[in-house]
């Protein structure tokens, strides 16, 4: 079972592991800063923070599984099967695919603070990023070193909830 955690015992740790039984060409991945961050369904980024994390890279661009920013925001995709769900179209929100989650946040949020109020618009949509990878059913867990928060986009919408704890697992909800 896939784990994630931030352990703040003066300066944040951040890490998670990836319990699977097979690999998928995941790697270290820079994105530098200001290298411009194309998505498919939003506008690309310019101007945004430098990212680093474990992720695969598909026709150039990182599905990140997890990362952290020069800020020291970190954000985690862990497994959500049968649970996630991305009910909306683009016409509800800001429109983001489940695999951009990742260098949208943390390409433009320094905290969890900012990131709150950009998720107030987000609508995460059911388009995969290529026919022959689908849709990875995933929940995230956002951090820095003040505060954490779970997201879950399920049939009820995107929900946000406060971490504590700041553990975030596989399944359940």
């Not at 039984?21 to 820079?30: P, S």
């Not at 709150?116 to 059913?137: V, Y």
């Not at 929940?139 to 919408?157: C, Q």
């Amino acid at each position: 079972m896939c784990t994630s955690l931030t352990l703040t015992t003066g300066d944040p740790y951040f890490g998670r592991n990836l319990d699977l039984e097979y690999h998928f060409g995941q790697q270290v991945v820079i994105t530098p800063r200001n290298f411009p961050l194309t998505f498919k369904q939003m506008p690309t980024l310019e101007g945004h923070y430098a990212i680093i994390g474990m992720a695969t890279v598909a026709e150039g661009y990182p599905l990140y599984a997890e990362a952290v920013n020069e800020k020291g925001l970190y954000l985690a995709g862990l497994n959500f099967p049968g649970n996630a769900c991305y009910p909306c179209g683009p016409e509800d929100g800001t429109p983001a695919g489940p695999y951009e989650l990742i260098p949208w946040i943390l390409g433009q949020c320094s905290s969890v603070k900012e990131a709150r109020s950009l998720l107030e618009r987000l609508c995460i949509i059911d388009r995969p990023f290529s026919p022959s990878l689908p849709l990875a059913s995933l929940h995230w867990m956002l951090s820095d070193a003040e505060e954490s928060i779970v997201l879950e986009a399920t049939k009820a919408g995107l929900q946000v909830y406060d971490d504590p704890v700041r553990v975030l697992t596989n399944n359940p909800p």
